[in-house]
């Protein structure tokens, strides 16, 4: 590889994490202290985790999508199949962020439960789709998707037992 392409992917790498981390930013601070305090305070499954541990988790995800999303804008693959699989991708990354601040700052549950399932079909649709270009950025996303899925159960149950007081 010439030096002209080693600089233009590592260009590719820094926007591509630096976006993933910039959407990751919106989540964390929709997470400020009054969205802790609510949090906190609203009837959660036992099984739950403290709202802390959210921010470092979703900051390795962000990453993990950031290297992803790298290997498919630099491969070799078909620019028209790459446009479609990075707007997939920006699909499920702005459903991420808009996930949280439903959740977390507008308490819109139901809404928020809504998005998630959406989001959960756009990452597994986002996953096959990357697999037929990288296999590596597939396999990368798969972490965001059982973290996605834990946290629509999640949803789901306060949502549950919010309306219910079970």
């Not at 995800?61 to 199949?81: C, R």
């Amino acid at each position: 590889m010439s030096t002209t392409k080693n600089i233009q992917s590592t260009v590719k790498l820094v926007i591509s994490i630096l976006t993933c981390q910039l959407v990751g930013m919106v989540t964390v601070f929709s997470t400020q202290p009054e969205s802790n305090y609510w949090y906190n305070r609203v009837v959660i499954p036992f099984w739950k985790f403290p709202i802390y541990f959210f921010d470092p988790v979703w900051t390795i995800l962000y990453f993990l999508m950031g290297i992803s999303i790298w290997m498919i804008w630099i491969s070799g693959k078909h620019k028209s199949m790459k446009k479609y699989t990075i707007l997939i991708f920006g699909i499920q990354l702005f459903l991420s962020a808009l996930w949280s601040l439903l959740f977390f700052n507008f308490h819109a549950q139901s809404l928020a439960l809504f998005i998630i399932l959406l989001l959960v079909v756009f990452l597994a649709f986002c996953i096959i789709e990357f697999f037929k270009i990288s296999k590596m950025a597939a396999f990368l996303l798969v972490p965001s998707l059982l973290w996605v899925c834990f946290e629509a159960v999640l949803n789901f149950k306060i949502l549950f037992l919010s309306n219910y007081n079970c």
